[in-house]
Each structure stands twice: as structure tokens, then as C-alpha cells.
């Protein structure tokens, strides 16, 4: 309606999307006259809508104008430094049943491990699974593409290079999780665009575990689409590391559908990247569905870091539970956004949604927009979100029996995301997370030391 | 007073009371018992004309009247009360306003005139003195953060004031210790009265020794599977409702 | 005494004709043109004989407002068609209060919910005292009290009499708390702007009454542009009453209205309103569409403004009375209650604009909706940069009644200091079938209980209002929700 009104719009000249005939010939399943189509289709749509401006509403919080002005390209196959190790990169844990490894947004042989070829779990990359069993695919592909005003998701769709398809079959049990680490090796500004793909049949159960990681000196984006179908009675549980590097802008946008009884879990840990958005979608389309998403933030310097969610009641019966947490430090910019919509016939769901965020220094900012959108009356829902500082009389309790004012604000920390923390049931991932915030938190404390 | 024919009645489907016949003569005081789920609670719901509670056959007779065709305020102001097993709590409204609200409901109804915050107070007060019910409690919001027994004696003060024909008592004495009980029981009693008629409702024999009954029926499985004197009350407390359930099972 | 008798001739003179709300009253309007364009504001201007800096203000506001035509905000949950600005009249005074037409054009409906409501115009001055303002369409008629609140030196007048004999104070605040290019209606205001009331308290005077205007929209086709400023000097104190009621027609009628407040060191102004403007019928034909700018700056240390809101009116309603705490230790507050039955729409909320240290704010709003109704809440917390130990405590709770009305809470929180602390929550419920089974049992009928409960869970705000409109607006309560049940 407003597409015509240029100050909602941010208008980017990226070199990749120039080439997109060029760039288009090298892509996963090129020649596929659908897909061809539907790449087109998307660019179309991208150089259409452009990228969000803060005038939009749900960019009002993440200003993509300086992002606008690099120079992506796309990463060219085989960048990267082969001796570069990731095996520890990954937050799966050695357990994992398969790991798949993207550098640069496209699939690593060398670096993947399958696992044990298992009755009713099918692990493929996208390029594959295109070739394979493009019928699989392409509803899929297909369902999310003609969305309006989603800019980044178009761009994704006409770009995607590769990614990982996991199907699932009915009834079957994935008992070890399927590791993803997306890393990024890059000598200049290039943009990697993964699509996954998670097809979880009826009653099955699945988990996976995500990581982002960047190594490369240069700037570089990061734009993964995600997509997770959850079907009746199944159970998919979703945990995501972003900790790109201090150059990395990361727009990641995950859709999740649940059918009746399905249950979703997922936890999102944001701590890297100079500009991260992870946008999380659920529609609970099912009677009885149950969507959990946990999540903490972590900031400092000038990151700016954003989690956008919107859980979707659109059938009776369904619940909800949404916990983030953020530290923020330095000139950090914190945004949570956070929507909780009950669609008109979807009576007695139960959706709530807490957010709370502590400000360690006097530059940090805190956004956050927990939104509630009701159509049906017979509700129980409720938000809260709050922010503020440390405790400075717990801090003088703790200094009292003898911590130092270190110790003693490390301890109040790890106290206020413990919480979330220790809501994560598998132990190597809580484990894995535990090292992150412990990494996080002496950088914090040196930094601090060193007075910048 | 109350005539009662073979009550069929349904919640969600599925059938509770399977059949009951009962008559309660004006002033009489019966006491229904029953192992839990027998239906006595939606035996109260349904006299009260909760919706939701379907009856599927049989008639009830009140005063001559049908009742089953009155709406729950109609039923209310033709002087039926029902002291609830859980009273609800209604967040911002104090107490005397709740009650002030009711009692002119009624007084309307009866074609008298409504009473304003003064008259009302004077009304309440000597009530209150008499069920240990403090000004703060009324002003207070109705049942929330009230003690069970707070919320019991806030139910029989209601009685008092309402005044009703026919009382329903759902498990008034649940959750009372002795002291409260018997504080609730006087209360009951003060209000017994040749003109006015209650129905008991009880899983223990314990409150009927304050609320002695003129009868007691037996409540397993929608049906009313024995009736007799006060002393079907501790026969029942000694043999428990196994025999008399069990029986009805087989 | 005279203006005292004024008032109340005029006012008994409305009330023994029938004039109860519904009713379009017959008054031979010295009536501008329709349309808007230059020629109209200068036109205004000159009627009311306006200095110059004003008109060029005007002048000012209505050169951008032409300009930002396709600026119309969109943002808010609300919809309606496009409203054409050319075809409404911008000015209307009233000759004289003359005869009314008959009772029979009034809907009976409309009438009847009037009498159970019982507004007390006359019925003020013996209430408590309140001094009465009556702004008839656009231009005040009258004003009571007068000598006695003169004694205390409080200014109480129409905007219109303020700019002749106030100048200085008019053009001091005029658009200082909301300037004419603040929002779109804001600017329309600014430049059409024709009547509304004028405050000033001086230095360490505590008003001696609570201070009442009721606004109407009369004539048909007539925006209702009112704009008023209150100016509460060091250390006074004045408690503000604004009740609003409109005729029902069955075309929408637009009200854009301007309130500004400013209040110095240790100063405090309260501020009420009751809005049951006309909200059309139950298919959404006719009704207001109020689209308000209310905003106060404490600009003192220790200052505090407090909005309490009784929104029950209006297609339409769009209005976020703010607060810009700018003074040191300064207080806002933001109590409302925003019942939406039938069609009606609203998306109303508060923005607190925490600047200095050690400033408060508290912001209670529940929304009830009904029949088809859409009710938003949207409210901006923004703790800035300076604002150390700044508190903020919002609580937003609605209620929704039957299944096809929707009920949304859209807050902005924004911390920039981290000692500052924002708390928010927010619940979304509806009426249980216990609660409404607990009150029948006892005799009420369902509309009763409804409005007892729903007065349950208004009773925060309730509580905040001055006791005269306590009891006005719990009737409100009930009255708007009449039919939502059953």
C-alpha cells in the first residue's frame, strides 16, 4: 500500500544483485525451470519492496542504512582457508549424529561428517536435495516465497545457495542432534544466504543445533532462512549459537508451522556479530500446538543486536511461553520485539512472554516492544518486560563476604541469565553456553580492567 | 417447596446425574452425601441454573412454578441461594458493593425500594456482628485473598442477607477448622426457619452435627441410593460409602 | 454575577428545552464557508480579531499541514475511509442560545441512555462548586465562578478572551508543549483552532474548585477544534475537568483538539476526562472521530502531571496524553479506561518522556472491548541519556467481552540510562463464566453483573478520578457495555 513511499524504504545498490543472471547459472538447482522462475520472481520482489527503513514498523528499532552502503558480492565457491579448523566450532557437542558444515554459504564436504545412516531421518544439503528429491523441496520453497514486504526473505529465496534439508519420516526418533555450523571465511565484503529446511513428519522427534561463526578479516553478511515444519504430535527442538564475527552483519529469519500437538522448543543464544537480527515466526496452526522460545542477548562496544519474535495463535487451545534476557555493555543497542497474536478462533490459547534486560554501562540502549494482539476472548495471555541495572545492595552483600566488586558483578550476572540457562535440558549444549557466557563475561571483565 | 423428578442432567457431554427424585417440604432441612464425583455439586449448579448444565429429562417444581424455565437471576430472586463450594473472587469490587448490588437486585424485584450506601451499611452491620465479619473485609475485593474461612462466612452472610426461600449449602464446611465450622454452622442455624427450606451438602457427617437434618440421602453415580433419619449420617461415617456405592455398581 | 447567571440561564435554558446531548440544537451559526484554504484561517482569524503573530502562526501551521497532506498518521491500529478535509466547515459561533427544534427528532434510544446517565450540566456549580465553561461548538458562551476564582488571581477563560487580555501568557505557551508541527491534527488544530479554555494558576495558589468545561459538537458538518493551555505557575495546584459529549448524526464528524499543559516548580495539575462522545450505531454509521493531541510538560523540579482518562465515546479514538518529564524529581501519571463496544475503535495510550533525574511515572490502563470493537493500547516509555534513576511502572490489563472484538497492547519501551527502571507488564482476559455465575446467582442479571465487574476491574483508575466524575463515569461503565451480554 505504502511501497510507493520512499522514506520507508532503503534503496541498496549490492554488486551481487546487479549479476543476478550471472550469479543466478551457479546456484543450487539452476535450470530447474521453477526454481528459475521463483528466483526471479524474488528478485523481482526484492528491487520492489527495497530494504525496510526505521519508518517501517518493525524495523523502528534496527537501522539498516549504513548496512545498505557496503559492497556485498556473493561469496565465491572455494574462499576461505582450508587449514582453518572448525571441528570446535560447533555448540552440538561431540555427540552429534551428523554435522554439516557451510563456509560461506555453501555446503563443506570435506568438513561435514555424516552420521550413521539411520531408518526414517533424511540429512541432505539443499544442492542435493534439489537434485534428489526436488518434489520434497519445492512446496516448501514455494509456501514462503510470495510473502509481502519481506525483503530480506525474498532476497534469500532468489540468492539461496545452499543449505541443509532434514525430513523426518513419521514416527521416527532422532535421538542425537543434527549439527549445523554456518562459518564465514571471507577476504572481502561477500553475503552468504543459506536456506534450511526442517521437515518433522507426524509424531516424530528431532533436534538441532546451530552455529554461526565468522573468521575472515573482512565485513560479510549473513542472511539464513529457516524453515521448520512441525507435524502433528511432533517435536523438534531448535538451538541456535550466533556469535559471528565483531564485522559480521547476521539477518536471520526462522518460520516455524506447527500442526496439532506439535510441540516446538527452541533457545537462541545472540552474542556475536556488529548487527544481528534473528527474527523467529511460529504459527500455531493445530489445536493443542505448544511453541517455546528461550533466548539471551549478550552486547558490548557498538554491537547492536535484535530478536524479533511473533508467535501466531491461530487455533484453539494452543500455548505459548516466551523468556529472553539480555546483558548489554559499552555503546551496545539491545532490541527485543516480541508479539504474541491470537487469531480470531482461537479460543483459550495461552501465551506468555517475559523479557528482561540489564544495562551495565551508562551508553547501552535498551528497545523492547512486547506486543500483544488479541482477537478471540476467551484469552489468558500476558507480557512483561523490564529493565535496569544491577543491584547494588546485592552487590554490597556479596562484596561483604569478601567477593571483590568483580567477582561479586560476574556473580549478579550469571545470576540474572541463569534462569534461562538452566531451562536448557540437553547438558553438552547448556554446557557449551555456560563457556560462551564464562568467554564473554572475562573479556568483559578485562575490558573493563583496561578501561576501554 | 421442592419437587424433584427424575432429574437426568449433563455437563460436556457426558451424564451426571442419572435420575433423581427428590421433595423438600417448606422448612425442612435434607443433607445430601456422596462419595466425590457423585454428582452433588452438579445437582446444586443445576437447581441454580448454571449454564452448561444440560437436563435432558425430568422436572423440577419450586413453589408450584417450573423452574427449570427461569434464567439463574430469575431462579435467585424467586429466593433460590447457593453458598458455593468455591466462591469466585471478583478483582476490584469491594465487598459492600457486591452486596449492595444483590440486595437491591432483589428489593427491586420484589418492587421495594433500592437501598443507598447508608441505609445498606445499617442493614449489614448487626449480620455481620453475628458471623464475625469485620468492616474491613467488606470493604476489601470480594473473596480474593480471603481465607477459606473468610470466604464460607462471606457466603453465609450472604444468606442472611439475601434471605432466601431455598438454600443450597455446597460443602460450606470444606476447609474450615473447628473453630470456623462452628462459627459458620451457628450462622446457618440462626437462619433456619419455618419458612425456609436448605439443602446440605456434604462429603463428612461432621457438619451435621451442628446442622442437625430433618433427612438424609445418599448420593453414587447420579442416583439416590438411600434415604433416611440423622442417623443415616453416622452410619454412613462408619461404614464409609464403599457398601452403599459398590452395591449401586453391581 | 453576571456571567454566573449567564451560565446558568444558558445552561437551564438547554436542559428545560430537552437539549440532552442527542439533540441538535438550533442555533442561527455565523458559519465560515466550507473548505479549508488560507482565506479560511485568515477568515477565523478576523472573527475573532486575533493579533497578528497568531494569524501568521496560523498561517504557518496551515502551509505545512497543506503540504503534508499524504502524512495522515497510518500507523495506529484504526481504520476508517479517507476523511475529505474540503467538505466540512471550520468555523461556527453561535449567535444566541435559541429555540431547539423538538424532541421527536432525537433518537428515543439515545435519549433514554442520557437520562439513566444523568449528566448533571446544571447540577455542577451545586456539586462541589465546579466552575463551568460551556464551549458551544466552537466559541465559549459562558463561564461561572468567575469573580471567586479571581480572587485567588486563578485565570480561568475562554482561549479566545485569554489572546485579547493575556497576550503575553498566550503567546509565551501557545505551542510550546505541542508546537504546530508536531503531528498532523496537531498542525490542522494549530491553524483552524476556534475556541477552547485557558488556564493560568499563579505562583503558590492552590485552585480553590476543581475547574470544569464540557465540550459539545453541535452544528452538523463542524470539526471541533478546540485547543486549550493550562499553565500551573511554582507551586500551584489546579485539578482539571473535561467532559465531552456530542448529538449523534449519522456522518462522521471529525474532533482534532490541542491540550496543552505546563507545570512549573513544585506546580501539579491533575487532569480528568470523561469522554462519552457519540460512537455511532451498532453498524458503525456516524460517530466521532476524536483524534486528540494531549501533552504536558513538567518542566519544574517536583512538578507533576497526572492524566486520568474515561474513554467511552467516539468511532474513533486516537489520543496519547503524554507527559515530558523534564524537571528534576517531576512526576507523570497516566490512569485510563478505554471501553470500545458495537464498531468503535480506539488506540490510545501515553508516551513518558523521562529527561531529568530521578523522575516517575505511572501509567494504569485497562481497555475493555465489546461487540466488534478493536481496542489498542499503545504507550512509549523512554528513559533518555540524563534520566538517572528514573522510574517508570506500567501495568496494562484488558478485558475482552464476547468473540468477536479484538484487544491489543503495543509498548515501546527505550532505556538509554542504566540506572533507570522500567517495569511493564500487561495481561489479556476475559470475564469467567464463574465470576458471571456468582453475581446471577445472587440475583443480577447479566448486564449488571458485566457492569459491576467490569467497574471491578477499572477501579485503579476509578479511583483516580475526582468524585463528581467517579460516579458519572462508573454509570459510563455500565451504560457502554449495555447489550455487549446475552
Not at chain 1, 501465551?351 to 484469552?379: C, M
Not at chain 2, 480474593?144 to 460443602?171: C, H, T, W, Y
Request: net charge negative; with cysteine.
Amino acid at each position: 500500500m505504502r511501497v510507493q513511499d520512499m522514506s520507508r524504504r532503503i534503496t541498496a545498490e549490492f554488486p551481487f544483485v546487479e549479476r543476478f543472471d550471472e550469479v543466478a547459472a551457479g546456484l543450487p538447482g539452476a535450470g530447474l525451470h521453477w526454481l528459475d522462475a521463483l528466483r526471479r520472481d524474488s528478485l523481482d520482489a526484492f528491487n520492489r519492496v527495497a530494504l525496510p527503513s526505521t519508518r517501517v514498523e518493525a524495523w523502528k528499532y534496527t537501522n539498516l542504512k549504513d548496512f545498505a552502503k557496503t559492497p556485498f558480492d556473493i561469496a565465491v565457491s572455494g574462499e576461505g582457508d582450508p587449514s582453518v579448523d572448525l571441528d570446535g566450532a560447533g555448540a552440538g557437542g561431540p555427540d552429534a549424529e551428523h554435522r554439516l558444515v557451510f563456509l560461506n554459504g555453501r555446503f563443506d564436504a570435506g568438513r561435514s561428517r555424516a552420521g550413521s545412516v539411520r531408518e526414517g531421518l533424511t540429512v541432505l544439503s539443499l544442492g542435493e536435495a534439489l537434485r534428489r528429491q526436488a518434489q520434497v523441496v519445492r512446496p516448501h520453497i514455494e509456501r514462503l516465497s510470495p510473502l509481502e514486504d519481506e525483503a530480506l526473505l525474498a532476497l534469500n529465496t532468489a540468492f539461496m545457495m545452499d543449505g541443509c534439508v532434514v525430513v523426518v519420516d513419521d514416527g521416527a526418533t532422532v535421538d542425537r542432534p543434527i549439527e549445523l555450523i554456518f562459518a564465514s571465511d571471507t577476504r572481502s565484503p561477500t553475503s552468504a544466504h543459506p536456506r534450511n529446511l526442517v521437515v518433522a513428519g507426524a509424531g516424530s522427534r528431532v533436534a538441532l543445533t546451530e552455529t554461526h561463526v565468522g573468521i575472515g578479516p573482512s565485513e560479510y553478511w549473513s542472511n539464513p532462512v529457516t524453515e521448520v515444519v512441525v507435524a502433528a504430535g511432533a517435536s523438534v527442538v531448535h538451538r541456535k549459537v550466533q556469535r559471528e564475527s565483531p564485522r559480521a552483519y547476521h539477518l536471520a529469519n526462522t518460520r516455524v508451522t506447527l500442526a496439532e500437538r506439535g510441540t516446538y522448543r527452541a533457545f537462541l543464544m545472540s552474542v556475536g556479530a556488529g548487527l544481528s537480527r534473528c527474527e523467529i515466526e511460529a504459527r500455531l496452526e493445530g489445536e493443542g500446538a505448544d511453541c517455546r522460545l528461550d533466548g539471551i542477548y549478550l552486547a558490548r562496544d557498538r554491537q547492536h543486536t535484535d530478536i524479533t519474535t511473533r508467535i501466531v495463535h491461530a487455533e484453539p487451545g494452543g500455548s505459548s511461553r516466551q523468556l529472553f534476557k539480555g546483558v548489554l555493555d559499552g555503546r551496545s543497542h539491545g532490541v527485543f520485539q516480541g508479539q504474541i497474536s491470537v487469531s480470531p478462533d482461537a479460543q483459550r490459547p495461552d501465551g506468555h512472554q517475559l523479557n528482561k534486560t540489564l544495562l551495565l554501562s551508562n551508553e547501552a540502549e535498551i528497545d523492547t516492544k512486547p506486543d500483544l494482539e488479541i482477537y478471540a476472548d476467551d484469552v489468558k495471555s500476558s507480557h512483561g518486560a523490564a529493565a535496569g541495572q544491577l543491584d547494588e545492595l546485592e552487590s554490597f552483600y556479596l562484596r561483604s563476604r569478601g567477593l571483590d566488586a568483580e567477582e561479586a558483578r560476574q556473580v549478579l550476572i550469571r545470576a540474572f541469565i541463569a534462569e534461562v540457562v538452566e531451562a536448557v535440558e540437553d547438558e553438552p549444549f547448556r554446557n557449551h553456553l555456560n563457556a560462551s557466557i564464562d568467554g564473554w563475561l572475562s573479556h568483559e571483565a578485562a575490558a573493563r580492567e583496561t578501561g576501554t | 417447596m421442592l419437587e424433584i423428578r427424575n432429574l437426568h442432567a449433563r455437563v460436556d457431554e457426558r451424564a451426571v446425574l442419572k435420575g433423581i427424585d427428590l421433595t423438600i417440604a417448606r422448612g425442612e432441612i435434607h443433607a445430601v452425601m456422596g462419595p466425590n464425583g457423585s454428582g452433588k455439586s452438579t445437582l446444586a449448579y443445576v437447581l441454580a441454573g448454571r449454564e452448561g448444565y444440560e437436563v435432558t429429562e425430568g422436572t423440577v417444581h419450586y413453589q408450584g412454578t417450573d423452574l427449570l424455565d427461569l434464567s439463574v437471576e430469575e431462579r435467585a430472586r424467586e429466593g433460590i441461594f447457593l453458598a458455593f463450594q468455591y466462591p469466585v473472587e471478583i478483582p476490584g469490587v469491594a465487598g459492600t458493593t457486591f452486596l449492595r448490588t444483590a440486595v437491591n437486585a432483589l428489593r427491586k424485584h420484589r418492587g421495594e425500594k433500592e437501598l443507598d450506601a447508608m441505609q445498606f451499611v445499617k442493614f449489614v452491620r448487626e449480620k455481620q456482628a453475628e458471623l464475625n465479619i469485620s468492616d474491613d473485609m467488606l470493604r476489601r475485593p470480594v473473596n480474593v485473598g480471603f481465607s477459606g474461612g473468610e470466604k464460607k462466612r462471606n457466603e453465609i452472610l450472604q444468606m442472611a442477607l439475601l434471605e432466601p426461600k431455598f438454600a443450597m449449602l455446597d460443602e460450606t464446611d470444606s476447609g474450615l477448622d473447628i473453630d470456623a465450622l462452628k462459627t459458620v454452622a451457628d450462622g446457618i442455624n440462626a437462619l433456619r426457619d419455618p419458612a425456609r427450606s436448605m439443602l446440605v451438602i456434604t462429603h463428612y457427617q461432621r457438619l451435621l452435627d451442628y446442622i442437625v437434618p430433618d433427612r438424609v440421602h445418599v448420593l453414587a453415580h447420579g442416583r439416590i441410593v438411600k434415604s433416611g433419619g440423622k442417623e443415616l449420617a453416622l452410619e454412613l461415617e462408619k461404614e464409609g460409602y464403599g457398601a452403599l456405592a459398590g452395591a449401586e455398581a453391581a | 454575577m453576571s456571567a454566573v447567571n449567564d451560565t446558568t440561564d444558558a445552561v437551564e435554558a438547554l436542559n428545560e428545552t430537552g437539549y440532552k446531548y442527542g439533540f441538535v440544537t438550533d442555533i442561527e451559526a455565523d458559519t465560515a464557508p466550507k473548505g479549508l484554504n488560507e482565506d479560511i484561517v485568515r477568515f477565523i482569524s478576523a472573527k475573532k480579531g486575533e493579533p497578528e503573530w497568531l494569524l501568521e502562526w496560523r498561517l504557518k501551521a496551515y502551509r505545512l499541514w497543506e503540504r503534508q497532506q499524504d502524512e495522515e498518521p497510518g500507523w495506529a491500529k484504526v481504520s476508517y475511509p479517507p476523511i475529505d478535509y474540503q467538505d466540512a466547515y471550520y468555523y461556527s459561533a453561535p449567535k444566541s442560545v435559541d429555540r431547539p427544534k423538538s424532541l421527536d427528532e432525537v433518537d428515543p434510544e439515545l435519549l433514554a441512555t442520557y437520562e439513566k446517565l444523568g449528566i448533571p450540566l446544571h447540577e455542577q456549580e451545586m456539586l462541589a462548586g465546579v466552575a463551568v465553561d460551556a464551549v458551544f461548538d466552537s466559541v465559549s458562551v459562558a463561564t461561572t465562578f468567575k469573580e471567586e476564582l479571581e480572587k485567588a488571581g486563578v485565570l480561568f477563560c475562554s482561549i479566545s478572551e485569554a489572546v485579547e487580555k493575556y497576550p503575553e501568557l498566550v503567546r509565551r505557551y501557545l505551542g510550546s508543549v505541542v508546537p504546530y508541527s508536531d503531528n498532523f491534527y496537531a498542525t490542522l488544530n494549530s491553524a483552524v483552532f476556534t475556541d477552547g479554555s485557558f488556564v493560568y494558576v499563579p505562583e503558590g495558589v492552590r485552585c480553590p474548585m476543581e475547574l470544569s468545561t464540557y465540550f459539545r459538537i453541535n452544528a452538523a458538518n463542524t470539526g471541533q477544534f478546540e485547543r486549550t493551555l493550562i499553565i500551573a505557575d511554582a507551586g500551584s495546584y489546579v485539578s482539571y475537568l473535561e467532559g465531552c459529549t456530542a448529538p449523534m448524526r449519522d456522518e462522521h464528524q471529525l474532533h482534532a483538539a490541542v491540550v496543552e499543559l505546563v507545570a512549573l516548580d513544585d506546580a501539579e495539575i491533575k487532569y480528568s476526562t470523561v469522554q462519552n462522545w457519540y460512537p455511532g450505531d451498532e453498524e458503525g454509521r456516524g460517530g466521532i472521530y476524536n483524534f486528540v493531541t494531549k501533552r504536558g510538560a513538567c518542566r519544574g523540579i517536583r512538578s507533576k502531571i497526572s492524566w486520568t482518562q474515561v474513554e467511552t465515546g467516539s468511532a474513533i479514538t486516537w489520543k496519547y496524553p503524554s507527559c515530558i518529564l523534564q524537571g528534576d524529581h517531576s512526576v507523570g501519571e497516566f490512569y485510563s479506561i478505554a471501553i470500545t463496544n458495537n464498531r468503535q475503535q480506539a488506540d490510545t495510550g501515553t508516551k513518558m518522556l523521562h529527561v531529568g533525574r530521578n523522575t516517575r511515572s505511572t501509567i494504569i490502563s485497562k481497555g475493555i472491548s465489546a461487540g466488534r470493537a478493536q481496542s489498542t493500547y499503545r504507550g512509549l516509555v523512554r528513559m533518555q541519556g540524563k534520566a538517572g534513576n528514573a522510574r517508570n511502572f506500567t501495568q496494562c490489563d484488558s478485558l475482552l467481552i464476547g468473540d468477536r472484538c479484538g484487544a491489543h497492547t503495543v509498548p515501546y519501551i527505550e532505556v538509554k540510562n542504566r540506572s533507570a527502571k522500567v517495569e511493564h507488564e500487561a495481561t489479556t482476559s476475559k470475564i469467567s463464566d464463574d465470576q458471571m455465575m456468582y453475581c446471577r446467582q445472587r440475583g443480577m442479571s447479566a448486564e449488571e453483573a458485566v457492569a459491576l465487574i467490569v467497574n471491578g476491574f477499572c477501579k485503579e483508575v476509578l479511583q483516580e478520578l475526582p468524585m463528581e466524575f467517579a460516579v458519572e463515569a462508573q454509570k459510563l461503565v455500565g451504560l457502554s457495555l449495555e447489550g455487549s451480554v446475552g
